[in-house]
């Protein structure tokens, strides 16, 4: 089965905080993509980040970081120093296998909050 | 970078007419296009698979005779929601694979039914 968890359905923090995402996922396959995208109240999907499944290195771009762990399905995502424009929902997501007919499976977002 | 224009950007239509909406990939050809449903606050569900020149493939539960999906060129797939119902009001996103961006996956713009 294909399942991506995302166990926090709400975060609200002050701004600056750092704050980290969780996602969880379940695949058979031993070839797949992780993604992570964010979801402004627009409801255009902005792309973040994608991650093949041979690729554990973690990743920083900017105040944004990722945390690729295979050993507990788990694929993080953390934001340093908030700022109120990060208040979105994101979405983790699951593409297995590496072709072009391969769909992506979403969790079910987390909604963040940023205060000033 | 590769775009999908998807239009309309919302539509409000009365109780029992049909709606079409359309993704086009702008600068490549993608052979298949992937239909998402989303209602407010939940993810984004996948409805369907679309395949340039064959069937469209639906996820369990999706009435393909209620949404029919038609991928006629490498560009351009069209999802025409039929007799549409006030339970049928959501928001509506395609993506069509593209190995040429760094997510591989394009995503529309969405758009926002309101059945009425």
């Known amino acids: 089965a294909q399942k991506v968890t995302q166990a926090q359905t709400e975060i609200s923090v002050v701004e600056k905080e750092d704050v980290t995402l969780d996602c969880v996922y379940e695949t058979r396959d031993t070839t797949y993509y992780l993604f992570w995208y964010k979801q402004p109240p627009s409801g255009e999907l902005v792309f973040l980040i994608r991650?093949?499944?041979?690729?554990?290195q973690n990743e920083i771009s900017g105040r944004y970081s990722w945390n690729f762990q295979k050993s507990t399905s788990s694929f993080n995502f953390t934001i340093t120093a908030s700022q109120v424009v990060d208040s979105a929902v994101y979405f983790c997501?699951?593409?297995?296998?590496?072709?072009?007919?391969?769909?992506?499976?979403f969790g079910s977002g987390t909604r963040l909050s940023i205060r000033p | 970078g590769a775009v999908v224009s998807q239009h309309p950007s919302w539509v409000i239509c009365k109780s029992g007419t049909s709606v079409k909406i359309e993704c086009r990939s702008l600068d490549f050809q993608a052979t298949t296009m992937f239909w998402y449903r989303q209602f407010p606050k939940q993810s984004l569900m996948l409805m369907a698979t679309?395949?340039?020149?064959?069937?469209?493939?639906?996820e369990q539960g999706v009435e393909k005779d209620k949404f029919l999906i038609n991928h006629a060129s490498l560009t351009l797939s069209t999802l025409t929601v039929t007799s549409a119902h006030p339970e049928d009001s959501s928001f509506y996103i395609c993506?069509?694979?593209?190995?040429?961006?760094?997510?591989?996956?394009?995503f529309g713009s969405g758009t926002r039914l309101t059945v009425v």
């Open positions: 993506s069509a694979r593209d190995n040429g961006v760094q997510d591989g996956y394009t």
């Open positions: 991650r093949n499944s041979f690729d554990e």
């Open positions: 679309s395949n340039e020149g064959s069937k469209a493939t639906y």
């Open positions: 997501a699951l593409s297995p296998g590496y072709s072009s007919a391969s769909k992506i499976i």
